[in-house]
Protein backbone atom coordinates (compact mmCIF):
# COMPACT_ATOMS: atom_id res chain seq x y z
CA UNK A 1 0.00 0.00 0.00
CA UNK A 2 3.10 2.11 0.74
CA UNK A 3 4.52 1.31 -2.87
CA UNK A 4 1.42 1.82 -4.54
CA UNK A 5 1.01 5.56 -3.37
CA UNK A 6 4.20 6.95 -4.64
CA UNK A 7 3.88 5.27 -7.95
CA UNK A 8 0.71 6.35 -8.68
CA UNK A 9 1.81 9.64 -7.63
CA UNK A 10 4.74 9.19 -10.27
CA UNK A 11 2.44 8.47 -12.86
CA UNK A 12 0.01 11.28 -12.60
CA UNK A 13 2.35 13.84 -11.39
CA UNK A 14 3.55 14.28 -15.49
CA UNK A 15 -0.27 14.89 -16.21
CA UNK A 16 -0.61 17.23 -13.80
CA UNK A 17 1.89 19.59 -15.12
CA UNK A 18 0.18 21.07 -18.80
CA UNK A 19 -2.52 21.92 -15.87
CA UNK A 20 -0.70 24.47 -13.62
CA UNK A 21 -0.54 27.67 -16.04
CA UNK A 22 -4.29 27.01 -16.66
CA UNK A 23 -5.14 26.78 -12.91
CA UNK A 24 -2.49 29.81 -12.23
CA UNK A 25 -4.71 31.84 -15.36
CA UNK A 26 -7.76 30.83 -13.72
CA UNK A 27 -7.67 31.84 -10.03
CA UNK A 28 -5.41 34.85 -10.71
CA UNK A 29 -6.54 35.97 -14.20
CA UNK A 30 -10.00 34.73 -15.36
CA UNK A 31 -11.53 34.59 -11.28
CA UNK A 32 -10.80 38.31 -11.23
CA UNK A 33 -11.81 39.16 -14.49
CA UNK A 34 -15.25 37.91 -13.54
CA UNK A 35 -15.22 39.78 -10.31
CA UNK A 36 -14.56 43.11 -12.16
CA UNK A 37 -17.12 42.14 -14.61
CA UNK A 38 -20.34 41.45 -12.33
CA UNK A 39 -19.43 44.62 -10.91
CA UNK A 40 -19.04 46.42 -13.78
CA UNK A 41 -22.81 45.57 -14.53
CA UNK A 42 -23.82 46.86 -11.17
CA UNK A 43 -24.69 49.85 -9.71
CA UNK A 44 -23.22 52.37 -7.84
CA UNK A 45 -24.30 52.50 -4.56
CA UNK A 46 -23.99 54.62 -1.04
CA UNK A 47 -22.93 51.54 1.01
CA UNK A 48 -20.61 48.60 1.29
CA UNK A 49 -19.50 47.52 -1.03
CA UNK A 50 -20.36 50.38 -3.48
CA UNK A 51 -22.75 48.52 -5.63
CA UNK A 52 -25.66 47.07 -5.91
CA UNK A 53 -26.68 43.88 -6.32
CA UNK A 54 -24.22 41.74 -3.81
CA UNK A 55 -24.21 37.95 -5.04
CA UNK A 56 -26.52 36.32 -2.21
CA UNK A 57 -27.32 32.23 -2.55
CA UNK A 58 -30.54 32.79 -0.88
CA UNK A 59 -31.98 35.30 -3.91
CA UNK A 60 -29.86 34.80 -6.87
CA UNK A 61 -32.64 35.52 -9.23
CA UNK A 62 -32.80 39.25 -7.94
CA UNK A 63 -29.07 39.24 -7.68
CA UNK A 64 -28.93 38.53 -11.87
CA UNK A 65 -32.39 40.80 -12.60
CA UNK A 66 -30.64 43.74 -10.68
CA UNK A 67 -27.56 43.40 -13.41
CA UNK A 68 -27.63 45.60 -16.51
CA UNK A 69 -25.38 47.54 -19.07
CA UNK A 70 -26.06 50.64 -18.08
CA UNK A 71 -22.55 51.51 -17.65
CA UNK A 72 -21.15 50.52 -21.15
CA UNK A 73 -24.10 52.58 -22.51
CA UNK A 74 -22.74 55.60 -20.61
CA UNK A 75 -19.06 54.98 -22.11
CA UNK A 76 -20.31 55.16 -25.37
CA UNK A 77 -22.74 58.35 -24.75
CA UNK A 78 -19.75 60.45 -22.85
CA UNK A 79 -17.42 61.25 -25.31
CA UNK A 80 -14.68 62.06 -22.59
CA UNK A 81 -13.91 58.19 -22.01
CA UNK A 82 -13.30 58.03 -26.03
CA UNK A 83 -11.38 61.10 -26.22
CA UNK A 84 -9.29 59.61 -23.32
CA UNK A 85 -9.09 55.88 -24.78
CA UNK A 86 -7.92 57.83 -27.93
CA UNK A 87 -5.36 59.98 -26.44
CA UNK A 88 -4.39 57.22 -24.12
CA UNK A 89 -3.40 54.77 -27.53
CA UNK A 90 -1.46 58.10 -29.34
CA UNK A 91 0.75 58.76 -26.05
CA UNK A 92 1.37 55.09 -25.91
CA UNK A 93 1.95 54.85 -29.58
CA UNK A 94 4.19 57.93 -29.31
CA UNK A 95 6.02 56.96 -26.88
CA UNK A 96 6.80 53.18 -27.80
CA UNK A 97 8.07 55.03 -30.84
CA UNK A 98 10.11 57.16 -29.18
CA UNK A 99 11.26 54.08 -26.80
CA UNK A 100 12.18 51.69 -30.23
CA UNK A 101 14.28 55.11 -31.29
CA UNK A 102 15.93 55.47 -28.09
CA UNK A 103 16.36 51.53 -27.10
CA UNK A 104 17.53 49.87 -30.16
CA UNK A 105 20.94 52.04 -30.21
CA UNK A 106 21.55 50.83 -27.14
CA UNK A 107 20.70 47.13 -27.16
CA UNK A 108 22.74 47.30 -30.24
CA UNK A 109 25.92 48.45 -28.74
CA UNK A 110 25.32 46.01 -25.97
CA UNK A 111 25.45 43.03 -28.59
CA UNK A 112 28.52 44.36 -29.86
CA UNK A 113 30.25 45.13 -26.81
CA UNK A 114 32.72 42.49 -25.61
CA UNK A 115 31.33 39.79 -23.93
CA UNK A 116 33.50 40.63 -20.33
CA UNK A 117 31.47 43.97 -20.66
CA UNK A 118 27.88 42.49 -21.33
CA UNK A 119 26.81 41.48 -18.09
CA UNK A 120 28.01 45.22 -16.53
CA UNK A 121 25.88 46.61 -19.12
CA UNK A 122 22.77 44.87 -18.47
CA UNK A 123 23.16 45.69 -14.73
CA UNK A 124 23.45 49.66 -15.66
CA UNK A 125 20.15 48.22 -17.77
CA UNK A 126 17.88 46.85 -15.07
CA UNK A 127 19.92 49.58 -12.70
CA UNK A 128 16.97 52.03 -12.39
CA UNK A 129 14.32 49.03 -10.92
CA UNK A 130 16.41 49.39 -7.82
CA UNK A 131 14.59 52.61 -6.58
CA UNK A 132 10.87 52.91 -5.90
CA UNK A 133 9.37 53.97 -9.47
CA UNK A 134 7.44 56.82 -7.46
CA UNK A 135 10.87 58.17 -6.54
CA UNK A 136 12.23 57.94 -9.96
CA UNK A 137 9.25 59.79 -11.32
CA UNK A 138 8.97 62.59 -8.51
CA UNK A 139 12.97 63.24 -9.59
CA UNK A 140 11.73 64.24 -12.81
CA UNK A 141 9.53 66.91 -11.33
CA UNK A 142 12.30 68.68 -9.97
CA UNK A 143 14.55 68.12 -12.73
CA UNK A 144 11.20 69.76 -15.35
CA UNK A 145 10.21 71.99 -13.24
CA UNK A 146 10.87 76.13 -14.56
CA UNK A 147 13.25 76.35 -11.39
CA UNK A 148 14.68 72.46 -11.98
CA UNK A 149 17.50 71.10 -12.99
CA UNK A 150 17.26 71.06 -16.48
CA UNK A 151 16.34 75.04 -16.99
CA UNK A 152 18.83 75.88 -14.47
CA UNK A 153 21.73 73.85 -16.29
CA UNK A 154 20.24 75.53 -19.59
CA UNK A 155 20.28 79.08 -18.23
CA UNK A 156 23.44 78.40 -16.90
CA UNK A 157 25.10 77.43 -20.56
CA UNK A 158 23.29 80.93 -22.04
CA UNK A 159 21.33 78.12 -24.14
CA UNK A 160 17.73 79.61 -23.07
CA UNK A 161 17.09 82.88 -22.00
CA UNK A 162 13.89 82.17 -20.05
CA UNK A 163 13.01 78.66 -18.17
CA UNK A 164 11.02 76.19 -20.16
CA UNK A 165 7.79 75.19 -19.61
CA UNK A 166 7.94 71.39 -20.05
CA UNK A 167 6.50 70.18 -16.50
CA UNK A 168 2.66 69.41 -16.87
CA UNK A 169 3.13 68.78 -20.66
CA UNK A 170 2.41 65.77 -22.96
CA UNK A 171 6.43 66.66 -23.63
CA UNK A 172 6.69 65.32 -19.75
CA UNK A 173 5.08 62.73 -20.27
CA UNK A 174 6.47 61.20 -22.89
CA UNK A 175 10.10 61.88 -21.18
CA UNK A 176 8.41 60.21 -18.04
CA UNK A 177 7.11 57.06 -20.27
CA UNK A 178 10.42 56.55 -22.29
CA UNK A 179 12.59 56.84 -19.17
CA UNK A 180 10.41 54.64 -16.91
CA UNK A 181 9.93 52.10 -20.01
CA UNK A 182 13.26 52.07 -21.27
CA UNK A 183 14.42 48.97 -20.03
CA UNK A 184 11.56 47.27 -21.11
CA UNK A 185 12.87 48.02 -24.61
CA UNK A 186 16.11 47.52 -24.35
CA UNK A 187 16.31 43.89 -22.90
CA UNK A 188 14.17 41.79 -25.27
CA UNK A 189 16.00 43.64 -28.44
CA UNK A 190 19.38 43.13 -26.56
CA UNK A 191 18.58 39.41 -26.37
CA UNK A 192 17.60 39.31 -29.98
CA UNK A 193 20.46 41.34 -31.41
CA UNK A 194 22.99 39.13 -29.16
CA UNK A 195 22.12 35.66 -30.56
CA UNK A 196 22.86 37.08 -34.16
CA UNK A 197 25.42 35.70 -36.36
CA UNK A 198 28.03 39.07 -37.13
CA UNK A 199 29.46 36.76 -40.32
CA UNK A 200 26.08 37.63 -42.06
CA UNK A 201 26.70 41.00 -41.58
CA UNK A 202 30.25 40.46 -42.73
CA UNK A 203 29.41 38.50 -45.77
CA UNK A 204 27.50 41.47 -46.95
CA UNK A 205 29.48 43.68 -46.68
CA UNK A 206 32.33 41.38 -48.32
CA UNK A 207 29.44 41.46 -51.31
CA UNK A 208 29.37 45.06 -51.77
CA UNK A 209 26.33 45.52 -49.51
CA UNK A 210 26.75 49.28 -47.94
CA UNK A 211 26.54 48.91 -44.34
CA UNK A 212 23.21 50.52 -44.29
CA UNK A 213 21.44 48.07 -46.19
CA UNK A 214 23.06 45.36 -44.53
CA UNK A 215 21.83 46.85 -40.98
CA UNK A 216 18.09 46.95 -42.75
CA UNK A 217 17.96 43.81 -44.74
CA UNK A 218 19.65 41.61 -41.85
CA UNK A 219 20.36 43.15 -38.39
CA UNK A 220 16.66 44.48 -38.36
CA UNK A 221 14.51 41.80 -39.91
CA UNK A 222 16.27 39.15 -37.45
CA UNK A 223 15.99 41.40 -34.55
CA UNK A 224 12.07 41.79 -35.36
CA UNK A 225 10.73 39.64 -32.09
CA UNK A 226 12.59 41.87 -29.75
CA UNK A 227 10.67 44.50 -31.52
CA UNK A 228 7.81 43.07 -30.93
CA UNK A 229 8.44 41.73 -27.89
CA UNK A 230 9.31 45.19 -26.47
CA UNK A 231 6.74 47.11 -28.18
CA UNK A 232 3.97 45.26 -26.54
CA UNK A 233 5.92 45.50 -23.03
CA UNK A 234 6.33 49.05 -23.74
CA UNK A 235 2.80 49.74 -25.51
CA UNK A 236 0.64 48.03 -23.02
CA UNK A 237 1.64 49.56 -19.69
CA UNK A 238 1.76 53.26 -21.18
CA UNK A 239 -2.08 52.75 -22.40
CA UNK A 240 -2.86 52.08 -18.58
CA UNK A 241 -0.46 54.74 -17.10
CA UNK A 242 -1.29 56.99 -14.83
CA UNK A 243 1.37 57.69 -12.27
CA UNK A 244 3.48 59.81 -15.00
CA UNK A 245 0.81 61.70 -16.69
CA UNK A 246 -0.59 62.58 -13.25
CA UNK A 247 2.60 63.58 -11.61
CA UNK A 248 4.11 64.94 -15.00
CA UNK A 249 1.42 65.41 -17.52
CA UNK A 250 -0.93 67.85 -15.38
CA UNK A 251 -4.48 68.25 -15.31
CA UNK A 252 -5.11 68.81 -18.95
CA UNK A 253 -3.44 65.28 -19.87
CA UNK A 254 -6.37 62.91 -21.01
CA UNK A 255 -5.71 59.39 -20.40
CA UNK A 256 -7.78 56.37 -19.67
CA UNK A 257 -5.60 55.26 -16.41
CA UNK A 258 -6.31 58.86 -15.01
CA UNK A 259 -10.27 58.66 -15.68
CA UNK A 260 -9.99 55.30 -13.94
CA UNK A 261 -8.52 56.57 -11.08
CA UNK A 262 -10.61 59.10 -10.95
CA UNK A 263 -13.75 57.05 -11.10
CA UNK A 264 -12.59 54.54 -8.42
CA UNK A 265 -11.48 56.90 -6.31
CA UNK A 266 -12.46 60.45 -6.23
CA UNK A 267 -16.43 59.53 -7.37
CA UNK A 268 -16.19 56.29 -5.90
CA UNK A 269 -18.32 54.80 -8.67
CA UNK A 270 -17.06 51.21 -8.91
CA UNK A 271 -19.34 50.13 -11.57
CA UNK A 272 -18.41 52.58 -14.25
CA UNK A 273 -14.47 52.06 -13.32
CA UNK A 274 -14.91 48.33 -13.56
CA UNK A 275 -16.62 49.13 -16.65
CA UNK A 276 -13.95 51.49 -17.56
CA UNK A 277 -10.87 48.61 -16.62
CA UNK A 278 -13.24 45.71 -19.19
CA UNK A 279 -12.69 48.32 -21.75
CA UNK A 280 -9.05 48.75 -21.54
CA UNK A 281 -8.76 45.40 -20.97
CA UNK A 282 -10.30 44.42 -24.68
CA UNK A 283 -8.54 47.08 -26.29
CA UNK A 284 -5.18 45.53 -25.00
CA UNK A 285 -6.10 41.81 -25.54
CA UNK A 286 -7.97 41.69 -28.86
CA UNK A 287 -5.15 43.15 -30.72
CA UNK A 288 -2.88 40.76 -29.40
CA UNK A 289 -4.90 37.42 -29.83
CA UNK A 290 -5.14 38.88 -33.49
CA UNK A 291 -1.62 39.32 -33.81
CA UNK A 292 -0.92 35.94 -32.17
CA UNK A 293 -3.56 34.41 -34.55
CA UNK A 294 -1.91 35.68 -37.57
CA UNK A 295 1.87 35.00 -36.21
CA UNK A 296 0.71 31.11 -35.85
CA UNK A 297 -1.04 30.94 -39.24
CA UNK A 298 1.83 32.06 -41.27
CA UNK A 299 4.65 30.41 -39.30
CA UNK A 300 1.95 27.36 -40.38
CA UNK A 301 2.37 28.74 -44.42
CA UNK A 302 6.06 28.23 -43.83
CA UNK A 303 5.97 24.71 -42.97
Known sequence: MTMAGPSFLKRLGPGLVPFVPYLWLAVFFLLPFLIVFKISLSD????????RPVFEWSDIAAFFSGLDLENFATLIDDSL???????????????????????????????RAPQKHRPLLVALVIMPFWTSFLIRIYAWVAILK??????????????????????????????GIVYAYLPFMVLPLYASLEKQDH????????LGSPPWRAFWTITVPLAMPGIVAGSLLCFIPAVGEFVIPDLLGGSETLMIGKQLWSEFFSNRDWPLASSVA???????????????????RQLEGRR
Open 278 to 296: ILLLLILVVPIVIYRDVES
Open 44 to 51: PAVAQPPY
Open 81 to 111: YLDATLSSLRIAAISTALLLLVGFPIAYAMA
Open 199 to 206: SLIEAALD
Open 146 to 175: PEGLLNQALMGLGLIGDPLNILNTETAVYI
